[in-house]
């Protein structure tokens, strides 16, 4: 058991690309255990290894009222997508934060579950958004990556209100 510690943008980590799994050992499931756990504890709907600094194609899921639906997608990646959505997006890297994102509404996608397996299944609504944001993560992209100039400079305003992202000047 182990909370992990979620990287905060602007932290370059979250700009590092994550490197293939090759195999689907004891480590992948003891990761794969602890993320989840962060992931609830974050209360977020996903979690992307590179968020915890961990350069490795591994991500959780759990969209469940309940949350005793989790998916660990290892090594995921789109085949194809369809139609395009927007919707409101936010992201645990970017505490308190949360916009408009357009993404592809229906996507064809494959993974290796922790058996080792590899599956190909559709999806849509929030699974869809979800898999594409987390995978994004696993590039090194943001959803904040996809904000016009005009966002940006809003989300720029409220960072450099916090203490923490201020530069002293000297
Ligand atoms: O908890 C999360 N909610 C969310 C809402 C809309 C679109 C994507 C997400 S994922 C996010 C958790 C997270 O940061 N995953 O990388
Ligand atoms: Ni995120």
């Known amino acids: 058991m182990a909370l992990l510690e979620v990287l905060h943008f602007p932290d370059s980590r979250l700009r590092k690309k994550a490197v293939p799994v090759e195999n689907v050992d004891?480590?992948?499931h003891a990761l794969a255990k602890?993320?989840?756990?962060?992931?609830?504890?974050?209360r977020g709907i996903g979690l992307a290894a590179t968020q915890v600094n961990i350069q490795k194609c591994l991500v959780v899921i759990d969209l469940s009222e309940d949350k005793n639906e989790s998916m660990c997608l290892i090594n995921p990646e789109i085949l194809s997508s369809e139609g395009t959505e927007e919707s409101q997006e936010g992201c645990l890297s970017v505490p308190e934060y949360y916009e408009m994102v357009t993404r592809a509404e229906k996507i064809k996608y494959r993974y290796m579950d922790l058996n080792g397996e590899v599956i190909e299944d559709d999806a849509d609504g929030l699974l869809?958004?979800?898999?594409?944001?987390?995978?994004?993560?696993?590039d090194g992209k943001?959803?904040?990556d996809y904000l016009s100039p005009?966002?940006?400079?809003?989300?720029?305003?409220?960072?450099?209100?916090?203490?923490?992202f201020q530069v002293p000047v000297l």
């Open 142 to 144: 943001l959803f904040i």
């Open 26 to 28: 004891e480590n992948c």
């Open 34 to 42: 602890d993320m989840l756990e962060t992931m609830y504890a974050n």
């Open 128 to 138: 869809a958004i979800c898999i594409q944001h987390e995978i994004d993560h696993l």
């Open 150 to 164: 005009m966002k940006r400079q809003r989300l720029r305003k409220k960072l450099d209100k916090q203490e923490k």
